[in-house]
C-alpha cells in the first residue's frame, strides 16, 4: 500500500500569511490521483482538491494544489480565521486507498 | 442536496459483530460508488472498504477477513458488517460518496461527500 508522509505536523500562522503543507507518497501516485481535505472538529472532512490541483465547488481560490509522482503541495495564499483545521492528503491511484497524518495548522 | 447519514448503536462488546447503515437522501446509490471509513486517534483516517451499484466491493486488506458491505434494493441505503470487534475498533465512522476523477489514462474515485459520522466504541 501507499504510505503518504506530511509534513510539517502543525502550522502556526498569523492571518494574511501563506501556509505550506506537503504530502510525499512512498511511490508513485497513479495518474496523480492525490486529494487534499480539511477537518474542522467535531466534523466530517470536507474535500478541497481533487486531481493535484483541481478545486472541488465552493473551494475558495486562495487553496491550491500541485504536484505529481511522489511530491505534492497544498498552499493556502492568505489565511483566513475560518481556515484553522487539520489537512489530509489522500490517494486514490491505488487500492487500497490511503490517506496521511494530517498537518494541523494553527491561526495566532 | 444530497446528504448521507449514518447509524447504528454506539456501543459494541469485544467479539461481537457492528452493523451500521448509510442512508442516502438526494441521490440514488446507482449512480456511485459508495465506501464506509474511520477514523481513531491512532491511526488516523483508514479506507475500510467500497460497494458499487452493480453490487461489486472491494475492502481494505487489514479488514477484508471481517468486513461486509451490501446495499438493499431500494438503493437508498448501504451498510456495513464488520465481525469479532475489539478495542482496536473503536472509532469515528463515516460514510461518503466518490466522485469520478476522468484522466486520458483511466478513472480515480475520490470522495467528494462524507456523512457526519459516528461515534462507535467497542466496551464490554
Known amino acids: 500500500e501507499i504510505v503518504l508522509t506530511q509534513s510539517p505536523g502543525t502550522l502556526s500562522l498569523s492571518p494574511g500569511e501563506r501556509a505550506t503543507l506537503s504530502c510525499r507518497a512512498s511511490q508513485s501516485v497513479r495518474n496523480n490521483y492525490l486529494g487534499w481535505y480539511q477537518q474542522k472538529p467535531g466534523q466530517a472532512p470536507r474535500l478541497l482538491i481533487y486531481?493535484?490541483?483541481t478545486r472541488a465547488t465552493g473551494i475558495p481560490d486562495r487553496f491550491s494544489g500541485r504536484g505529481s509522482g511522489t511530491d505534492f503541495t497544498l498552499t493556502i495564499s492568505r489565511l483566513e480565521p475560518e481556515d484553522s483545521a487539520v489537512y489530509y492528503c489522500?490517494?486514490?491511484?491505488?487500492?487500497?486507498?490511503?490517506f496521511g497524518q494530517g498537518t494541523k495548522v494553527e491561526i495566532k | 442536496q444530497v446528504q448521507l447519514q449514518e447509524s447504528g448503536p454506539g456501543v459494541v462488546r469485544p467479539s461481537e459483530t457492528l452493523s451500521l447503515t448509510c442512508s442516502v437522501s438526494?441521490?440514488?446509490?446507482?449512480?456511485?460508488?459508495w465506501s464506509w471509513i474511520r477514523q481513531t486517534p491512532g491511526k488516523g483516517l483508514e479506507w475500510i472498504g467500497y460497494?458499487?451499484?452493480?453490487?461489486?466491493?472491494d475492502y481494505n486488506p487489514s479488514l477484508r477477513s471481517r468486513v461486509t458491505i451490501s446495499t438493499d434494493a431500494s438503493k437508498k441505503h448501504f451498510s456495513l458488517s464488520l465481525s469479532s470487534m475489539t478495542a482496536a475498533d473503536t472509532a469515528v465512522y463515516y460514510c461518503?460518496?466518490?466522485?469520478?476523477?476522468?484522466?486520458?489514462?483511466?478513472?480515480?474515485?475520490?470522495?467528494?461527500?462524507w456523512g457526519r459520522g459516528i461515534l462507535v466504541t467497542v466496551s464490554s
Open positions: 438526494g441521490a440514488s446509490i446507482s449512480s456511485s460508488y
Open positions: 486531481g493535484s490541483s
Open positions: 460497494i458499487h451499484y452493480t453490487g461489486s466491493t
Open positions: 489522500q490517494q486514490y491511484g491505488s487500492s487500497p486507498w490511503t
Open positions: 461518503a460518496r466518490h466522485d469520478a476523477d476522468v484522466s486520458a489514462t483511466g478513472t480515480g474515485w475520490f470522495f467528494d461527500l
